[in-house]
């Protein structure tokens, strides 16, 4: 059962389901996690995606410097993982707290297959050259990541193979990354009016790795929001 609550209004609605035809209506439970974007699913069915999820998670992610949001996003755990997830968990999920140790439990978690899924949904009108700008820097601005800068580079060319898709990505439109088997990772577009889109598979581990180890670890994690968020489902699994 879902347990996680966290300074969140959570709804229970008849809503389309964004993964299949808006037509399609279902009972979900649904979670604000910022007021100008439309609800969060608390559980995503298989579907689209390998795994049935369950969210962990959410927050907001701005750029500081200028003081404004990009996207709400919402990260996302298998189901079947999460027995799995509380194995390494045990007697270590108060070092997720630690800016140091907390890379260690993720790294385990990651090392272990635990299948994640990051829901994002931009705040303003974008497009995808600036999403994929801003996943690229946000994985080459982690510490190690100049240390396998050669490495990293070969699935960073992966991600823009990827992005080869051109225009507008609207406010509330989606984009889904869900990490596979030996942490691949697939990125899937979805226009809630159309049919979703299968963008590309990073197929290099080190790509979604440091993403995850971005968004769930260190000093500076990308969302402070949806870090301290993600513990708190972690503690709560």
Known sequence: MFRYVRSAFIVSAVAATPLFHPKILSEVKQVVVDSSLNPFPTEIPKGLFHNDFQLLGHGVRSV?????????????????????????????????????????????????????????????????????DGLIKSILAHPKSKEMKTELGVGLDELRQAFTRRGTVPKNHLLYLEMLDGGKMELSYVNPEKKPYKMGVVDSPLVSRQLMLQYLSGAKPLSPSLRDSCIEGFINL
């Open 64 to 132: 500081t410097f200028i003081s404004f949001k990009v996207y709400g996003v919402g990260i996302y755990i298998a189901k079947k993982d999460i027995p799995k997830a509380s194995s390494v968990l045990m007697g270590m999920a108060d070092k997720l707290k630690d800016p140091q140790e907390s890379a260690q439990v993720i790294e385990k978690l990651l090392d272990s297959d635990v299948k994640f899924l990051v829901r994002l949904a931009p705040v303003r009108n974008t497009d995808f050259n600036h999403l994929k």
